[in-house]
């Protein structure tokens, strides 16, 4: 497993506002940018979660695409339990996610010092970055449970 495998942004409104962007055209993370009004550095990680969730495909700037899920999601109503159901599924089907947080979208969430754990031994991030990472993961958990 890689360490961008673990997502680090917290809002999965903004990493809809990306997938919409690509599906109107931007190709560019200036693109993106203006349109969505999030720093280079908060699209590059919002492209990367829309990756690892599978609703944008392609890796450079000129070949980013909407998968099937990704155009499924943007035909819903943002906030709507709709989306989150569709966010449900596509964290749950997620394998890497499965093995660094199983469970995270049960009853009872795991321990977020276990998820910090396997993403240090995973990954092999740092405990400070597995820390960042498993925030995310838990931040991803409360927009949908709510």
């Not at 200036?30 to 979660?49: D, F, K, P, W």
Request: negative net charge.
């Amino acid at each position: 497993m890689k360490g961008t495998d673990i997502p680090q942004i917290d809002s999965l409104e903004h990493i809809r506002n990306v997938v919409q962007a690509v599906a109107d055209g931007k190709q560019e993370t200036a693109e993106i940018e203006t349109v969505v009004g999030l720093s280079t550095r908060h699209i590059n990680y919002a492209i990367q979660a829309a990756h690892v969730l599978e609703l944008l495909v392609g890796k450079d700037e000129d070949n980013l695409r909407v998968t099937r899920q990704g155009k499924v999601l943007l035909g819903l109503e943002p906030g709507s339990d709709h989306e989150k159901t569709i966010y449900r599924l596509v964290v749950e089907c997620n394998r890497e996610l499965k093995k660094v947080a199983p469970g995270l979208l049960e009853a009872e969430p795991p321990e977020v010092g276990d998820i910090i754990r396997r993403i240090e031994v995973l990954a092999k991030l740092s405990t400070a970055t597995a820390k960042r990472r498993a925030q995310t993961l838990l931040a991803w958990r409360q927009q949908i449970m709510d």
